[in-house]
């Protein structure tokens, strides 16, 4: 018999809720009861049975799942999903539930609709802000139907944030570590154009996962939204099957958060506290023979003016950003340098995006500009030895 191995295909990283006070709205309700949350994602990589891994982080009570259902999204091809054989399962406090095997064979690409029913009382836990995906909440046991017309849609994610395939080759992954630039904010929603989508499609023909491991708000130093890129670098990526590369672009917010409406207070870090921050990061990835790429900071002036969110951008700041960036392609910290930064800035104007992929806030890129950075990466070197 072949030895068998499982390996992520897709993961979506947990971060923990924030109350009404948060310049951002969470995007859905922080209990749910007797309802059924439909969530949509996209494989990497295929194989011929998945498991689904179930996420109560961030929370402090046990979370009781009635039922669950996999199946191919938009087709009638799917199956129940168990657990210890039971169609439900109790996943304890702040931890994971991994499914048993199921019976359904994926492909490389492969859209999956994924349906969880909570028969009680629920904290919102598992969660993940920006999916680029509409969510459906329906009532009462749903899973595995059709979809009533009057379904809740949420721009988030829940209770979902791994799914596994079985292969007969040994897992091999990259991750993408970063914020909503990773995290794909100002792509089209539902299509899978963030930048780790098309580096999938370029890495799907070798076999290796592409893991997004990105976080909308998440900062290198210091907890934003999600944990920061230092605490969680364990276990969203180091965790990770077979992960022999991460590409890391953090930074952007420790940068554009102070003195802003997300971090009126603080002050904005120096170039030697990032630059040891990335330095820590690539001795902890060495430490379990990771491979590290540094990605360097997009321009973002302008970004986000005109809106309450406005406040990211100065003069100061994108200096910090530029002797960053100058510190990831000269210092010899990385592995790798794949330079976003040269591929997405306005030769006329460094300091800002190029017009024609910019999403339209002067942050974020759009599609073309996503599809651009994964073009940028150099795939044969990614996991050289």
Do not use: C
Request: hydrophobic share 40%; charged share 20%; no cysteine.
């Amino acid at each position: 018999e072949t030895a068998r191995h499982w390996a992520a295909t897709w993961i979506a990283p947990a971060e923990p809720t924030w109350d009404s006070g948060f310049v951002l709205p969470l995007g859905m309700p922080q209990e749910l009861h007797d309802s059924t949350l439909r969530q949509y994602l996209r494989t990497s990589i295929g194989g011929e049975r998945i498991r689904i891994v179930v996420d109560n982080q961030y929370s402090d009570r046990p979370l009781k799942i009635g039922r669950a259902h996999v199946a191919h999204d938009r087709t009638t091809r799917g199956a129940p999903v168990r657990f210890e054989g039971q169609e439900g399962v109790l996943v304890a406090a702040g931890a994971q539930a991994v499914s048993d095997p199921v019976e359904l064979p994926v492909g490389a690409g492969a859209r999956l609709q994924v349906d969880v029913y909570l028969p009680e009382r629920t904290r919102l836990a598992g969660f993940h802000w920006d999916a680029r995906e509409q969510a459906q909440l329906l009532a009462g046991d749903q899973a595995g139907q059709a979809a009533p017309k009057d379904a809740q849609v949420f721009s988030t994610r829940a209770f979902v944030s791994s799914v596994l395939v079985e292969s007969a080759a040994r897992p091999s992954a990259v991750v993408a570590l970063g914020d909503s630039i990773t995290d794909g904010n100002g792509s089209t929603p539902g299509a899978d154009k963030r930048w780790p989508d098309f580096l999938a499609r370029r890495m799907a023909p070798s076999g290796v996962a592409v893991l997004n491991a990105g976080i909308s708000g998440n900062r290198l130093l210091r907890p934003g939204m999600g944990e920061s890129g230092l605490a969680r670098l364990g276990k969203d990526v180091l965790q990770q099957p077979g992960v022999g590369a991460v590409i890391v672009m953090l930074g952007t917010n420790d940068i554009g958060w102070p003195g802003g409406p997300f971090a009126p207070d603080e002050k904005l870090p120096s170039l030697d506290e990032l630059s040891r921050g990335l330095r820590q990061l690539v001795t902890q990835a060495h430490l379990r023979g990771v491979r590290v790429v540094g990605a360097t900071l997009t321009p973002f002036e302008d970004a986000l003016k005109g809106t309450p969110l406005q406040g990211h951008y100065s003069p100061a700041k994108d200096a910090l950003r530029q002797a960053l960036n100058e510190w990831i392609r000269s210092a010899g910290a990385f592995d790798a340098v794949v330079d976003f930064d040269k591929v997405l800035r306005d030769p006329a104007r460094p300091s800002r995006l190029r017009p024609e992929y910019d999403s339209g806030d002067h942050l974020h890129p759009n599609d073309a500009g996503y599809e651009a950075m994964a073009g940028a990466v150099d795939v044969q070197g990614l996991l050289a030895q």
